[in-house]
């Protein structure tokens, strides 16, 4: 389980440093972006 | 759909030792992956039930691309945006295919194309990008960069737009294609307007009135 939590964790990390990278996420809903990704 | 994001970031986080920030970000991945999948497992449901697939994705992916980098008026929660965007794609590329394609008209279409571009490159120029308080964009240089992008991607759809033009002269396939390309256009340039903004707003409240009255 520790394994399939780390390759979400990786994924997901990866897709938010990509989502940070443009104007919105995508759709149109946008939650809060965390203070790490920010400018 | 965000609460089983951040309760799945939650796990995660608890599992691996990650700090509250580190949770955030997988959060907002798992957020942003979630809600992608579900609108693009929809989009295809739907548009294979209205048998216009392909209508149904060049309305998503039209509306989508942009909407990266011009921003927008957003959906108060993710259930929202999905119901909205699944909605809108679907009954266009409908029209598109089976009310528009069959009255096509080259000379209207023509007029539809300029009139469309013409409104979007000014919108883009006078707005984008616009940002939400959950995703504020502050720096000139992301600004510019945003703009820039924006107005790429719309020269790009022109010259699709124009591909298409051409070749549904010789197949009929492609005006439907071509009609579905402006509505996409014409949905996200107009929820960058303050109307487009209004329109967003009136869809939350009444969604949020309906949730209210059935509890």
């Known amino acids: ?39 | 759909m965000e609460k089983l994001a951040r309760r799945l970031a939650h796990n995660i986080s608890s599992s691996l030792g990650y700090d509250d920030e580190k949770e955030a970000v997988v959060a907002y991945g798992l957020i942003a992956i979630i809600q992608v999948s579900m609108i693009i497992l929809l989009v295809f449901i739907f548009g294979i039930l209205i048998s216009a697939l392909i209508e149904t994705l060049i309305v998503c992916l039209s509306v989508s691309i942009l909407r990266k980098y011009s921003g927008g008026a957003h959906a108060g929660t993710a259930e929202v945006c999905t119901f909205v965007t699944v909605v809108y794609c679907t009954l266009t590329a409908f029209i598109s295919k089976k009310v528009f394609a069959g009255i096509y008209n080259p000379f209207a279409m023509a007029a539809a194309v300029i009139l469309v571009f013409a409104t979007a490159f000014v919108i883009v120029y006078k707005l984008v990008p616009v940002d939400s308080p959950n995703k504020p964009i502050k720096t000139e240089k992301k600004i510019k960069r945003m703009r820039k992008v924006s107005f790429i991607i719309l020269v790009v759809y022109f010259a699709v737009s124009l591909t298409f033009f051409i070749l549904s002269k010789d197949s009929a396939v492609f005006q439907s294609y071509g009609i579905s390309l402006l509505f996409g256009i014409s949905w996200q340039i107009f929820t960058l307007t303050y109307l487009g903004s209004l329109f967003i707003g009136k869809i939350n409240n009444v969604i949020k009135i309906k949730k209210e009255v059935q509890r």
């Open chain 1, 1 to 39: 389980m520790k394994k399939f939590y780390g390759i979400l964790a990786a994924v997901s990390t990866l897709v938010a440093a990509m989502v940070a990278s443009s104007a919105c996420i995508i759709f149109f809903y946008q939650p809060e972006e965390p203070k790490s990704l920010r400018d």
